[in-house]
């Protein structure tokens, strides 16, 4: 019942961020914005919290992470976990490529405010990237999601865009506030759509393990009373055995 509460509320609280992250990559497709070629360097987020017990919620967003890392180039990419649960899961085999973890995610339902922390974290990292991707559960329905992505760029990408021009009066400081801007709803949207994924998956995974905890105490109670009625008939042959052996 209570993961069914919070299921409901990450639900709605979904639909009212997706505008923020819809928004940011329309401009990015909208302008042209793609990768400067004489920039090899990438930089991957891991959306994922410091909360388990929600199937594989976790383990698909550091898969793509981990497959994208055994790619020949994995040099030039860089890490940043959002989330201890992607920490822990490419720490010991990738551990040279994170250059920053953000804990302190999934226990409460996540802001803005935390979107911008984050956002502030990875522009004040000194990883100076062309682009890159944010890596994160996208919700479907309640028993199904997938690993998606958003595209990162670098303030030199997005200058360069060939139809940047289609927007008016964009001077460097407006660009610089856009880019920041952007980052910060592109976190707060996979965060709402990761929260989303995870609490439906742990619904999931809570109302399976109540049936399965019903299944065993059934199994259990039917060996038990097996076993109680063997014992009382084996007492009560004893007994009758014994009477007529008296008389």
């Known amino acids: 019942m209570v993961s069914a509460a919070k299921y409901t509320r990450a ?9 923020y992250g819809e928004g940011a990559v329309i401009f990015y497709e909208r302008a042209e914005v793609a990768a400067p070629e004489d920039e090899p360097k990438q930089l991957y987020i ?33 890490v940043i976990c959002v989330g201890d649960k992607s920490r822990s899961i490419l720490q010991r085999l990738y551990g040279k490529h994170i250059i920053s973890v953000c804990n302190e995610i999934g226990r409460l339902p996540p802001t803005f405010k935390d979107a911008a922390t984050i956002a502030n974290a990875i522009m004040t990292s000194g990883y100076d990237f062309g682009s890159g991707k ?40 407006v660009l610089q506030s856009y880019m920041e801007f952007s980052l910060s709803s592109m976190i ?14 742990r619904m999931t995974a809570m109302d399976n393990a109540s049936k399965n905890a019903g299944e065993m105490i059934e199994k259990l109670t039917l ?9 009382i008939t084996r007492e009560l042959i004893e007994i009758i055995s014994g009477a007529a052996a008296l008389d």
């Open 11 to 19: 639900e709605r609280d979904l639909k009212a961020a997706r505008p």
């Open 134 to 173: 944010i890596i994160y559960n996208k919700f479907k329905s309640v028993v199904s999601y997938e690993q998606s992505d958003l595209p990162l760029f670098s303030l030199k990408s997005i200058e360069t865009a060939p139809k940047l021009a289609t927007y008016d009066s964009l001077d460097a400081d």
């Open 46 to 78: 891991a959306m994922t919290s410091d909360r388990g017990l929600c199937g594989a919620v976790h383990t698909g967003v550091s898969k793509v992470i981990r497959n994208k890392l055994n790619e020949p180039g994995s040099e030039n990419i860089k």
């Open 188 to 201: 707060f949207y996979a965060l709402k759509e990761g929260a989303c994924s995870e609490q439906s998956a």
């Open 223 to 231: 060996t038990f009373n097996r076993t109680r009625q063997a014992v």
